[in-house]
T-cell receptor, first 113, second 112 residues
Framework: KNQVEQSPQSLIILEGKNCTLQ??????????LRWYKQDTGRGPVSLTI?????NTKSNGRYTATLDADTKQSSLHITASQLSDSASYIC????????????FGTGTRLQVFP | EAQVTQNPRYLITVTGKKLTVTCSQN?????MSWYRQDPGLGLRQIYY???????DKGDVPEGYKVSRKEKRNFPLILESPSPNQTSLYFC???????????FGPGTRLLVL
């Protein structure tokens, strides 16, 4: 069964610290993996998108990695800011446009001053 | 400004009263989709559309209808809403189903 699992479910860190969020998937075949940031009460916004041939992609202080062999991805946030408080959602796209996207349930990150 | 818009943003209704949530995008995207988001369950796809007049069921289509008569619009219809459809709804669009999706601001629905 195609699944995406994210860990931890929630995370609290202090401002300025780094953190890493995990995403494991069992989706096959695989087209791409995306990370979204969702502020409370708002729509998700894309952070990165990676195909199976890419193993790292950065967007400012956000760096995503992908290991297609072990089917794992991580999102690393450097020097966290209060505005990083949000839910981070991992989404995997199977092999064709007609296949349904597989969503993780997200990691809720809270950054405290 | 490139965007996905949804209306209304907030809606309180009663069981059985038909309602429509509109979604419109100005990016000439072919792919559009509706999701609902509930605590602990994440985003779940209701319906999606690959192009005009082409729609298909997502993971939780029961109780919902959609139509895609024009490329830019993809309304979500609840013919007879029930309390278990109380949720936060998002519309999204992209050029194809495999590319980055752009999400609308969400519609918070309460069915009494």
């Amino acid at each position: 069964k195609n699944q995406v699992e994210q860990s931890p479910q929630s995370l609290i860190i202090l401002e300025g610290k780094n953190c890493t969020l995990q995403c494991n998937y069992t989706v096959s075949p695989f087209s791409n993996l995306r990370w979204y940031k969702q502020d409370t009460g708002r729509g998700p916004v894309s952070l990165t998108i990676m195909t199976f041939s890419e193993n790292t992609k950065s967007n400012g202080r956000y760096t995503a990695t992908l290991d297609a062999d072990t089917k794992q991805s991580s999102l690393h946030i450097t020097a966290s800011q209060l505005s990083d408080s949000a839910s981070y959602i991992c989404v995997v796209s199977p092999g064709s446009p007609t296949d349904k996207l597989i969503f993780g349930t997200g990691t809720r990150l809270q950054v405290f001053p | 400004e490139a965007q996905v818009t949804q209306n209304p943003r907030y809606l309180i209704t009663v069981t059985g009263k038909k309602l429509t949530v509109t979604c419109s995008q100005n990016m000439n995207h072919e792919y559009m989709s509706w999701y609902r988001q509930d605590p602990g369950l994440g985003l779940r796809q209701i319906y999606y559309s690959m192009n005009v007049e082409v729609t298909d069921k997502g993971d939780v289509p029961e109780g919902y209808k959609v139509s895609r008569k024009e490329k830019r619009n993809f309304p979500l219809i609840l013919e007879s809403p029930s309390p278990n459809q109380t949720s936060l709804y998002f519309c999204a669009s992209s050029f194809t189903g495999t590319e980055t999706q752009y999400f609308g601001p969400g519609t918070r629905l309460l069915v009494l």
